[in-house]
């Protein structure tokens, strides 16, 4: 049981530039989300998802889009890379049976915008 | 406008001696509440959480306190120890299922052997 895997651990992009961070759970949670995180902000919420084919924006979502065709995967992708999307990015997911629920958090991507 | 606030950006305890982290929140929906830990290069990890029915949750040396009115929560730590020293982050949501959890900006805390 491998958790919240996140691929790649660290990117460097030039402006302007797309990719997919990669964020896969083997829970069957339900229930998954992308944060990053900035110095003094905290964790922001950008996108979630709360099961196959539903997805909805959370706090910053913009120069940001995913999708959600499996319950495992969530890839986020930066379509046209700025230097303000220089952070660690976070994927979470949850299980939504039972209430309340923590949820359980990758080890992160590091990216950096030249 | 942040809706969850950590004030404190760090916080320096002597081992054997509590910890006391704070937290405020605007929102008047939030009915969940929970504390997260992170070590660097690490995700974050669940530590507690409390119920917005309930006014304090323990767990061994962790408990975790609502104070509604005052839209208020706090961590305490008893005893602190060295390996506790980690950046916690304090996050509030509405609704089952952790949907739309926001976080405060977290608070580094030391523990000094």
């Known amino acids: 049981n491998a958790g919240v895997t996140q691929t790649p651990k660290f990117q460097v992009l030039k402006t302007g530039q797309s990719m997919t961070l990669q964020c896969a759970q083997d829970m069957n949670h339900e229930y998954m989300s992308w944060y990053r995180q900035d110095p003094g902000m905290g964790l922001r919420l950008i996108h979630y998802s709360v099961g196959a084919g539903i997805t909805d924006q959370g706090e910053v979502p913009n120069g940001y889009n995913v999708s959600r065709s499996t319950t495992e995967d969530f890839p986020l992708r930066l379509l046209s890379a700025a230097p303000s999307q220089t952070s660690v990015y976070f994927c979470?997911?949850?299980?939504?049976?039972?209430?309340?629920?923590?949820?359980?958090f990758g080890p992160g991507t590091r990216l950096t915008v030249l | 406008d942040q809706q969850v606030k950590q004030n404190s950006p760090s916080l320096s305890v002597q081992e054997g001696r509590i910890s006391i982290l704070n937290c405020d929140y605007t929102n008047s929906m939030f009915d969940y509440f929970l504390w997260y830990k992170k070590y660097p290069a690490e995700g974050p990890t669940f530590l507690i959480s409390i119920s917005s029915i309930k006014d304090k949750n323990e767990d061994g040396r962790f408990t975790v306190f609502l104070n509604k009115s005052a839209k208020h929560l706090s961590l305490h730590i008893v005893p602190s120890q060295p390996g506790d020293s980690a950046v916690y982050f304090c996050?509030?949501?509405?609704?089952?299922?952790?949907?739309?959890?926001?976080f405060g900006a977290g608070t580094r805390l030391f523990v000094k052997a």
């Open positions: 996050a509030a949501s509405e609704g089952t299922g952790g949907f739309k959890t926001i």
């Open positions: 979470a997911s949850t299980a939504t049976s039972g209430g309340y629920n923590e949820q359980f």
